[in-house]
């Protein structure tokens, strides 16, 4: 059985920069496995590179670079910008790298052997931005929707896939596993897609030399479509099944039967159909497993207006990071907008979201939180208190946390999950306003004291609580909350499954404002 959830981005074009648009979807894949991880469940997240596509070889040519030179160049910019956005991937493939070219031309190979790939002349309509053939109907007269650029006929005698051939088998897997494609309501546009008939689509290319040679016509390399879509079985460690070959140290032995099939593809809505048609149609043919799950997310806009590299209106991550800081930047385009739906970005919105959640409200619950603490309780371990006369909401409340959670993972949703965080970052800010601890200790009688202990131990445990949940979110600053809770940093594997209300003391250190407010932009 697969004992790992296996999760994946699309892995990006290098003919440009990456931007916003695409950090959004690094950042929900990385916010899902960090989430599944703390709470004790295994994973493998993998995004990266894809390298064999026209446009990248004409990005190339224009810095005066072979096509490896240039793709070298932006695997070190874009994995160095990733870096500073803490996405913590175990694997960044390259559709260049050795094993990926292996396990392509293995896999090209087997469906020629079966007669699913044949030669044949196209003609047709062909968008470089999408790297993808058109009919007429599927473009605004003759524009590609997607790009809103020209889309040009060419005519190539090219290698085809038999994708018609899968078109019952693909309905049918809609309509046994209502589940595949998420959200729900874009499965509809994909069902109708193939009810209108599917046509075969090319997987070589023979106008240009960059990409995986064809295993049977070295004159032809694979497109890039085929050629991208294998990723997914490459970094899953395919290539050590096809050879028999030793697996590296420290590896399971089941490499690519823990990892396949994979728990969910994380993709724009833009590529949907070759997710939930190509691919699952190409699975079939080489007799391999379905991923579980593809999640299609939507666009982050900018005034209205998608991100795009082809229109020019791109923002990048490190542009904004160093405005905000990573921790805001992560937290904005996790929290503000609806992962399955389109999303805006706005440096002032982002500043104010900033301000509003991690400044004023989780931020200054802990700083006047650990302040107290200090001032009512000095040089004192803060121990559980023996008994408790207010307190046992909040920590029903924060006992409920975890499943909501876990809900919010389930359904690839990290607004809902920061949404039950920061309810809980209020009910802690609330209880500070109903139980007045100031006026607790002015009291200063045994019985108020004991109160006074009690409210303050909450606070110190829910605030535990709330970092621990935000670890996922906000990898960054988080760990100085435990520093100056006076407690030791929670391993990142099952700290959230780990938790339990009651179980450790507090010292607190002196506190400093972790999240400052943020000042708009000139």
Request: net charge negative; with cysteine.
């Amino acid at each position: 059985m697969k004992k790992t959830n296996y999760i994946t981005t699309a892995i990006v074009y290098p003919n440009s920069r990456i931007h916003v648009g695409w950090a959004w979807e690094c950042l929900g894949a990385d916010w899902l496995a960090r989430g599944l991880s703390a709470l004790g469940e295994k994973t493998y997240f993998v995004t990266g590179m894809d390298e064999h596509s026209v446009k990248v070889q004409r990005a190339a040519e224009v810095k005066n670079l072979s096509p490896q030179s240039y793709c070298d160049q932006m695997s070190e910019d874009i994995q160095k910008v990733l870096t500073q956005m803490g996405i913590r991937y175990d694997r960044f493939i390259r559709t260049s790298d050795a094993d990926h070219q292996c396990v392509v031309q293995s896999l090209v190979q087997r469906a020629f052997d079966q007669g699913d790939i044949y030669k044949a002349k196209y003609e047709g309509f062909y968008c470089e931005g999408c790297e993808a053939f058109y009919t007429e109907k599927d473009l605004k007269e003759g524009v590609c929707p997607a790009h809103n650029k020209s889309a040009k006929w060419i005519t190539e005698e090219n290698y085809f896939f038999r994708l018609s051939k899968y078109q019952d088998r693909l309905l049918k897997l809609f309509q046994d596993q209502p589940t595949f494609l998420q959200p729900e309501y874009r499965k509809a546009e994909v069902v109708n897609f193939i009810q209108a008939g599917l046509k075969d689509f090319s997987i070589s290319r023979s106008t240009f030399s960059w990409g995986v040679p064809l295993p049977f016509d070295s004159k032809h390399v694979v497109y890039v479509w085929f050629d991208a879509l294998i990723n997914y079985l490459t970094a899953a460690g395919l290539e050590f099944k096809l050879k028999n070959m030793t697996q590296p140290k420290g590896e399971s032995e089941n490499l690519f039967e823990n990892n396949w099939p994979a728990s969910v593809h994380i993709i724009g809505k833009d590529i949907t159909r070759f997710h939930c048609v190509y691919w699952p149609a190409m699975l079939m043919s080489l007799g391999i497993a379905l991923p579980e799950r593809v999640f299609a997310h939507g666009f982050i806009q900018v005034k209205g207006d998608r991100l795009s590299k082809s229109s020019g209106n791109v923002v990048t991550p490190d542009e904004v990071m160093a405005v905000s800081g990573a921790d805001p930047f992560r937290y904005y385009l996790l929290a503000e907008n609806q992962f399955s739906q389109d999303g805006n970005f706005s440096i002032d919105a982002l500043v104010l979201k900033n301000n509003a959640d991690l400044a004023n409200d989780f931020g200054n619950l802990v700083n006047r939180s650990i302040n107290m603490a200090r001032k009512y309780f000095p040089e004192v371990l803060i121990t559980p208190p023996k008994q408790r006369t207010h307190s046992l909401e909040v920590q029903a409340s924060f006992e409920k946390l975890i499943s909501e959670l876990r809900l919010a993972l389930d359904h690839i949703e990290p607004s809902e999950y920061v949404l039950a965080c920061n309810a809980r970052s209020r009910l802690l800010n609330l209880y500070i306003d109903q139980t007045k601890p100031w006026a607790l200790a002015k009291l200063n009688t045994e019985a108020s004291q004991e109160q006074l202990h009690e409210v303050i131990y909450t606070l110190l445990e829910g605030i535990r609580w709330l970092a621990t949940s935000f670890i996922p979110v906000l990898p960054f600053k988080i760990p100085e909350v435990f520093n100056q809770l006076g407690i030791a940093f929670p391993e990142a594997f099952g700290s959230l499954k780990a938790l339990e209300w009651g179980e450790l003391s507090y010292k607190p250190s002196q506190p400093q404002p972790i999240y400052p407010r943020l000042e708009l932009p000139q």
